[in-house]
C-alpha cells in the first residue's frame, strides 16, 4: 500500500490534530536575535522585509524534528475506524440509491463513461438487491481483519511518514526578552548582531494565515505515548536545556510560503512582513562601527523602524535597551 500518496491528504497543520492547547502571548511586542550578514542581503531585507522559515536541515539543534514518542500507530483509533468504516458501508448498502450516490460521490465504480442512469439500470438487473446485501455483509464481515493489516503496514512505514512531515514544514522563531544574556551570546555573535523587534499588532495577517498560530515552545525530557495524540510535539517541544530561550514559533507548511532564492543546496522560505510590523532594531552591545552605520543608513528611509541599541550594565550585572 502506498502510504505516500495517503499521506499527501492528511494535512499536518491541521485543527483537527491540534491537541495542543492554544496560549495566547499577551505582549504587544517580540523579539528575533539575528546575526549580522557576511554578504548584503541585509540591504534588500530592510527594504521589503520577510519572515524566514527554517527547515529542518537549517535547525541549529540536531534534535530538532526528530522522535518525541514511544509508540506510532494511525493517526485515529483501530475500533473508532473500524465503526467509521463499517457505518459507512451500511449506509452505502442499504439500497440501490444510496450505493448509487457512493458510487458517484467517492468514485467507487471506476469507468470514465459511468453515469447515474447507466449505474441504475445495471443495479436494478436481476440479482442486484441480493448482491449488494452480499457485499455489504462481505465487507463488514473482513473488515476487522483487513484494518488490523492496513495499521501494521502504516506502522512500518513510520520512518517515511515522519520524515516526510518533518521535511514539509518551516519554523520561525522568536523570543519573549530582548535582554536575554545567552540568546545575544548565542544567536546574535555575542552582542555583533541585532535583535528585531515585532509588532504583534502589524504581524496578526501573517499569524492568522498559519495552524498553529503564534504558540509556545515546551520544554520537557519527557515522550508522549503515541505521536498521533499530539503531531505538534515534534515541533514545540524541545529539551529543557533550551528552557532559557523562551521561545515562540509560527510553523507553515512549505509549499504555502514564498523562495526567496536558491543557494547551492537549500531553499530559503520566507512571507512578506506588513507594513509596521517591525518596530525597532535593536544593535548589539559589542556591533561594530561599520555594521552600525550600514543599519542606520538603510533605516533612514523607513517611517516604521526605529533604530535602538543595547548596552551592558556591569553594576548590575544586566543588558539594558535604550528607548
Given at each position: 500500500m502506498d502510504f505516500e500518496k495517503i499521506l499527501g491528504n492528511i494535512d499536518f497543520i491541521d485543527q483537527r490534530f491540534n491537541v495542543v492547547e492554544p496560549i495566547a502571548y499577551t505582549d504587544p511586542h517580540i523579539f528575533?536575535?539575528?546575526?549580522?550578514?557576511?554578504d548584503d542581503s541585509l540591504v534588500g531585507w530592510l527594504k521589503e522585509p520577510t519572515l524566514k522559515f527554517s527547515t529542518?536541515?537549517?535547525?541549529?539543534?540536531?534534535?530538532?524534528?526528530s522522535r518525541r514518542w514511544h509508540d506510532f500507530k494511525v493517526p485515529i483509533d483501530q475500533q473508532r475506524m473500524s465503526n467509521f468504516i463499517k457505518k459507512t458501508i451500511t449506509n452505502a448498502t442499504e439500497s440501490i440509491e444510496n450505493f448509487l450516490d457512493f458510487?458517484?460521490?467517492?468514485?467507487?465504480?471506476?469507468?470514465?463513461?459511468?453515469?447515474?442512469?447507466?449505474l441504475r439500470s445495471m443495479l436494478k438487473g436481476p440479482g442486484s438487491s441480493e448482491y449488494l446485501i452480499f457485499l455489504r455483509d462481505y465487507l463488514l464481515e473482513n473488515i476487522d481483519t483487513n484494518l488490523a493489516s492496513i495499521v501494521e503496514l502504516f506502522q512500518l512505514q513510520e520512518n517515511s511518514i515522519f520524515e516526510k512531515i518533518s521535511t514539509s514544514i518551516g519554523i520561525a522563531s522568536f523570543s519573549e526578552s530582548p535582554t536575554n544574556k545567552a540568546m545575544w551570546s548565542l544567536y546574535a555573535s555575542n552582542g555583533e548582531g541585532f535583535l528585531v523587534?515585532?509588532?504583534?499588532?502589524?504581524?496578526?495577517?501573517?499569524?492568522?494565515?498559519?495552524?498553529?498560530r503564534l504558540m509556545r515552545v515546551t520544554y520537557t525530557d519527557d515522550r508522549i505515548q503515541n505521536f498521533w495524540d499530539n503531531p505538534f510535539s515534534v515541533a514545540l517541544v524541545k529539551n529543557t536545556e533550551f528552557s532559557f530561550e523562551r521561545e515562540w514559533r509560527i510553523i507553515e507548511k512549505l509549499d504555502k510560503l514564498d523562495i526567496l532564492k536558491t543557494s547551492k543546496n537549500s531553499n530559503i522560505y520566507v512571507r512578506k512582513l506588513p507594513e509596521g510590523a517591525i518596530n525597532s532594531i535593536i544593535l548589539g552591545y559589542n556591533i561594530s562601527s561599520k555594521d552600525r552605520n550600514i543599519i542606520y543608513d538603510m533605516a533612514v528611509n523607513s517611517k516604521h523602524i526605529r533604530i535602538r541599541d543595547a548596552a551592558i550594565n556591569l553594576t548590575k550585572g544586566t543588558i539594558e535597551i535604550s528607548e
Open positions: 528575533k536575535y539575528l546575526k549580522f550578514p557576511t529542518k536541515s537549517q535547525l541549529n539543534d540536531p534534535f530538532e524534528l458510487s458517484v460521490k467517492t468514485k467507487f465504480l471506476k469507468g470514465e463513461k459511468l453515469n447515474r442512469g447507466m523587534e515585532y509588532n504583534i499588532a502589524q504581524m496578526t495577517p501573517i499569524i492568522q494565515e498559519t495552524t498553529p
